[in-house]
């Protein structure tokens, strides 16, 4: 069963309120304790009315947060009072009654764009509640106009409708429109009609409860999804999960998530998880942002779908131009893919295309580093550093050179920084030396290397290897797949040292989580060297079925918007305090060998022997005990190794984030022992 519907009205004096009193009746007449809620009242007493009637024994405030005295638009009547208007004061007062009754009616005050405050309307409401709509609207002429226009709009609005209630709210004479509209609405909408109230002359419990068979209470009630054992049952059967062991899934309990709301995400089981990784690191305004969803709705009205091989859409038109405007200088082009591993895979390609279309064809081979990831298609495996993930595919790789990462905690020199005068990167030197006319490119996760355990590299490692590639002309790559779109304080990790790469790789959070798209940025020096005519073999054979679809497009733009609109990024910076002072706590633990953060990004890396830097064995799977313990707290993690990872949206809040830091600390503690 459901536990709560909202009722708004195609209009004012509908008969939302009639309806109100109308279910609660049926569904209190079926045993089942009802909750009734009128957020914002303006002049009148429905509020009233209704407890009254209903012999509610709520407090007023809950049944009412908000009783303006005047009867004009809530906007204009918080104006006249000098009072404002805070959603927090519903969202308490709903709680409040969530846990006095199994079922909750919310009525709105007229349709969906009745303005509440500036830029906020009863459709932002509903969709803050997250409540299922039913609609409600008069018989006569204008309802079947009235209904569509309204379940468009919700849908818009990414709500969703539940169905139409119809009311005869006039004891005049029923004519044509009257007689035949409930027909004509019920072929054309796609969500049931619910019913048809008739007009009471005196609208009492003793007359609601004669229409009972005339109200589709079933579907009101009837919450559509599959059980839980029956989505795990489901996946269990059918679904092979990416970097899982597939014998210890079908053996464990796991969370299926159905549902997501900020930071939160609710699964099967009815309880909501702070979402500690961002949903692996790509959700950056929170989950079911309005603008986004929007944007999305918005481009689906106009084309879901256009290819750009040998055509152009407008939505990665204006993204390309807002992409060039916000990355580093010099980057020009941009080449559309769909995911991370695409967009490193395509930078490759580039980089060695490059330079056999300047008539160098010794320059074939790449340089990374020890410990790096750039993601799991062939290209982009040959030039990672993960034995873990990478060593069963090695007949399948490419050549590529690999150098040391600046991982200071187990520095393979056993020196410190800065007295270690970069060490690790002398033997980078002497590669661009010796090899220098072979080599086409460098590509590396800049200042924060993610998948290897949030290495974070100290200052100046970025700033030297881009002087390095410009003394010995090699490309530069950077993959700013993780690092990108705030993650490090910065919107582009390169940011921090000022360093302009020659092609940069960008994905996961550049639709703050929302539809796949990639982009491999280049300079116009790399793209100018692909000009020709065909004859000239110059051009770049690569490409996607769905390289720049407009739907991932548009929430990429928005996402943008967002970031401008909120200041995302200078409210960022008093939480970035805030969690390096809470990650100091964290250095008492025994276990805790190592604590890296840059911005957003922190890995906690768990040790056997602190003082020896001794790791966990694999086989412990200390990491994932500590993430089972956190989850027992409604906080979802996933650890790489015995590293622990937070990584939360942007807009986490403070005390959110306090308490992911609270839980995570004592979750370690009591797995690995004080």
Not at 162 to 182: M, Q, Y
Not at 220 to 246: G, V
Not at 299 to 308: D, P
Not at 363 to 386: A, M, P
């Amino acid at each position: 069963m459901r536990k709560a519907i909202f009722l708004t009205g195609t209009d004012t004096e509908v008969g939302k309120t009639l309806a109100t009193f109308t279910l609660a009746t049926l569904l209190k007449a079926k045993g089942i304790d009802v909750g009734i809620m009128k957020p914002i009242q303006c002049g009148g007493n429905d509020a009233s009315f209704l407890k009254k009637k209903l012999n509610l024994k709520d407090p007023q405030d809950l049944i009412n947060p908000f009783y303006l005295k005047n009867p004009v638009v809530p906007s204009l009547a918080f104006s006249l009072e000098a009072r404002k208007f805070d959603k927090d004061k519903i969202s308490d007062a709903f709680s409040q009654l969530e846990k006095r009754h199994e079922f909750i009616i919310v009525e709105g005050a007229g349709g969906l764009f009745v303005p509440i405050a500036r830029d906020y309307y009863m459709v932002d409401l509903i969709y803050d509640m997250n409540l299922p709509l039913i609609i409600v609207s008069r018989l006569g002429l204008g309802t079947i106009n009235h209904t569509l226009l309204t379940l468009s709009q919700a849908r818009k609005s990414a709500i969703d409708v539940l169905g139409v209630i119809l009311n005869r709210n006039s004891k005049s004479r029923i004519g044509l429109a009257e007689r035949t509209n409930p027909k004509v609405v019920k072929d054309l909408i796609d969500v049931p009609l619910l019913g048809v109230l008739p007009y009471f002359s005196k609208i009492d419990k003793k007359n609601i409860l004669k229409i009972k068979d005339e109200i589709n209470i079933r579907d009101i009630l009837k919450d559509k999804k599959l059980s839980r054992a029956s989505y795990l049952q489901i996946d269990k059967k059918y679904l092979w999960h990416p970097f899982t062991q597939m014998e210890d899934w079908q053996k464990q309990e796991q969370l299926i998530i159905e549902e997501a709301k900020g930071c939160y995400l609710k699964a099967t089981d009815g309880k909501w998880y702070l979402d500690g990784v961002s949903s692996l690191w790509v959700n950056i305004h929170g989950h079911r942002k309005k603008e986004i969803d929007e944007a999305i709705q918005g481009q689906l009205e106009r084309v879901a779908h256009s290819t750009l091989l040998g055509l152009g859409n407008i939505p990665s038109i204006e993204l390309a131009q807002r992409l060039v405007k916000i990355t580093p200088r010099g980057l020009e082009k941009v080449f559309y893919s769909d995911n991370g591993s695409t967009a490193v895979e395509i930078a490759l390609k580039i980089a060695y295309q490059y330079w056999h279309n300047k008539g160098r064809l010794k320059r074939n081979t790449f340089i990374h580093l020890r410990n790096s990831y750039h993601g799991d298609t062939i290209g982009s495996v040959s030039v990672g550093g993960i034995d873990l993930f990478h060593k069963t595919y090695k007949p399948l790789l490419f050549n590529a050179i690999r150098i040391e990462s600046p991982y200071c905690y187990r520095c393979r020199f056993k020196l410190n920084y800065p007295e270690c005068n970069l060490a690790c990167l002398e033997k980078l030197e002497d590669i661009l030396k010796k090899r220098g006319d072979s080599i086409a490119g460098l590509i590396t996760e800049p200042i924060v290397q993610a998948a290897a355990g949030i290495i974070v590299w100290p200052a100046g490692i970025l700033r030297h290897i881009r002087k390095l590639c410009d003394k010995y002309n090699v490309l530069l790559i950077v993959d700013e797949v993780a690092t990108g779109f705030g993650r490090t304080g910065q919107m582009f990790a390169s940011r921090h040292e000022k360093v302009n790469p020659d092609i940069m790789c960008l994905a996961k959070s550049i639709t703050a989580g929302y539809l796949p798209i990639a982009a491999t940025l280049t300079t116009g020096e790399v793209y100018n060297a692909f000009l020709g005519d065909s004859a000239a073999g110059k051009t770049f054979f690569h490409g996607h079925t769905y390289t720049g679809n407009p739907l991932a497009a548009a929430a990429a733009i928005a996402n943008l918007d967002i970031f401008l609109k909120e200041r995302t990024l200078k409210k960022l910076k008093p939480k970035i305090a805030l969690l390096r002072q809470g990650l100091r706590a964290f250095s008492s633990l025994k276990h805790v060998g190592d604590i890296r953060q840059k911005g957003f990004m922190v890995g906690i890396e768990l040790v056997k022997n602190k003082k020896r830097k001794t790791p966990y064995a694999w086989e412990e799977r200390i990491g994932v005990k500590v993430c089972q313990r956190v989850r027992k707290q409604g906080i979802i993690l996933r650890p790489l190794g015995n590293v622990i990872v937070l990584m939360p949206p942007l807009v986490i809040t403070a005390k959110q984030l306090k308490y992911l830091l609270e839980v995570t600390f004592k979750a370690i503690e009591e797995v690995t022992g004080v």
